[in-house]
Each structure stands twice: as structure tokens, then as C-alpha cells.
């Protein structure tokens, strides 16, 4: 049995977290539709890739996923009063964007040993309309170095969250579709990378393309 990533007060915390604000925020204000969430594997490593298109993503998608998610976010997210500890509770751990962070690969790779699941999203940053257009080989690699199989998801409708100018974030229905589980790559040579990667996107899209 693989050991906790984090202790069991951390978890608790999480899991209080999660019952309390995040679920009935997705649910009651967000309306949000969950499809395919017996795709989910319940143990074992596991890379969960997807979309972004809102600060929110990481704390809905983990919601989701009926196991804790430990998500790369970007170092920005962390300054932010309140959001910080709330990402923080949820597992996250921060990613410098521009660059090849190589402590976040680190990070993930060291959930995935310990029986978490790790988020990435494919593109790396937030895309207006919530549609990957650029894919990076991030979850891949991961992936790869784990041994994990991947896990596509859609978020729809997270990006109309957020509006410039206003505090609450808006309540707009939200749709969750969970995909089939992809076999870890066998190595991590590039071009089996790139491949793997656009296979994630090509999913990720068309789930996307469902809407509501």
C-alpha cells in the first residue's frame, strides 16, 4: 500500500473543504453536469489532463474526480489572498509559467509515487473559449516518467466565470465530461510524446465541442 501524500489532517481539511464549499458551489450556484465519472479510477497513480479556461478550474475538476488531485497552478495564484489557501487545501503546488519548472515535474511525479492523481492542464495556460489550440507535452512526459495512464476531461462553461470588473464570480451552468482512461506511453521518446499529447487534445476538444 502506497503511503498518504498528505497527512491525515490534511486530508481531512480537504475533504471538509471540498463537502462544505467547493461541491454544493458546483452543483447549486454553477449547476454543474458531471459525465462519466465512473471513468474515474478510484486508486493508483493517474495523470488528469484537461482544458483551463478559469482560476476555478482546479478545485471544480478535483471535485470531480472522487479522489484528491494534486494540481500544478500557476506561482501567480498563490498570492492571492484566500485563493491561495484554498488551492493550497486542495492539493496544488505552483508551476512557474514560461519556463520548464522543474520542481513542479518533481512534485508531480512524487504524487503519482504515492498513489495520488495529478492534474495538468494541456495547454498550460487558460484559452478564451476553453478549447486547447496548443498542447504541451507536460502530462506526457509525466506520465511517462510515472508509468500512469492519463485521464481526459472537459470543462465547459468555466470561462464565462470570471468577468472583468466584478468580484463574485457569475453563475452560469457548467458541464464536466470525464473520458476513457489512456495507457501511460511506453517511453518517453518525442515523437510517441507528441502523439499521445494530441491524442488528448483531439478528446479533450470533442468532449468540449458536446456544450451543455
Known amino acids: 500500500m502506497s503511503k498518504s501524500r498528505e497527512?491525515?489532517?490534511?486530508l481531512i481539511l480537504y475533504y471538509l473543504f471540498k463537502w462544505s464549499i467547493v461541491s454544493p458551489m458546483l452543483h447549486l450556484y454553477f449547476r454543474g453536469r458531471i459525465y462519466g465519472a465512473?471513468?474515474?479510477?478510484?486508486s493508483g497513480p493517474l495523470v488528469v489532463v484537461s482544458n483551463h479556461a478559469s482560476d476555478f478550474d482546479p478545485p471544480i475538476l478535483s471535485n470531480c474526480m472522487r479522489r484528491?488531485?494534486?494540481f500544478m497552478a500557476k506561482e501567480e495564484l498563490f498570492k492571492v489572498p484566500i485563493l491561495k489557501q484554498a488551492i493550497t487545501l486542495y492539493g496544488a503546488y505552483p508551476v512557474k509559467r514560461e519556463?520548464?519548472?522543474?520542481s513542479a515535474i518533481r512534485s508531480a511525479i512524487q504524487s503519482l509515487e504515492n498513489g495520488w492523481a495529478t492534474g495538468v492542464f494541456l495547454q498550460g495556460t487558460r484559452t478564451p473559449d476553453g478549447r486547447i489550440t496548443e498542447p504541451k507535452l507536460g502530462a506526457a512526459l509525466i506520465a511517462a516518467k510515472a508509468?500512469?495512464?492519463l485521464l481526459p476531461v472537459?470543462?465547459?462553461g468555466t470561462h464565462a466565470i470570471s468577468v472583468k470588473g466584478l468580484i463574485v464570480p457569475q453563475s452560469v451552468p457548467l458541464t464536466i465530461?470525464?473520458?476513457?482512461?489512456i495507457d501511460a506511453p511506453t517511453s518517453s521518446d518525442r515523437e510517441e510524446l507528441e502523439a499521445l499529447t494530441q491524442?488528448?487534445?483531439t478528446e479533450i476538444n470533442a468532449m468540449h465541442d458536446l456544450g451543455r
Open 7 to 10: 497527512p491525515v489532517e490534511s
Open 38 to 42: 465512473e471513468n474515474v479510477p478510484t
Open 68 to 70: 484528491p488531485v494534486a
Open 99 to 102: 519556463s520548464a519548472d522543474r
Open 147 to 149: 508509468k500512469a495512464p
Open 154 to 156: 472537459s470543462l465547459w
Open 177 to 181: 465530461r470525464i473520458g476513457k482512461v
Open 199 to 201: 491524442r488528448c487534445a
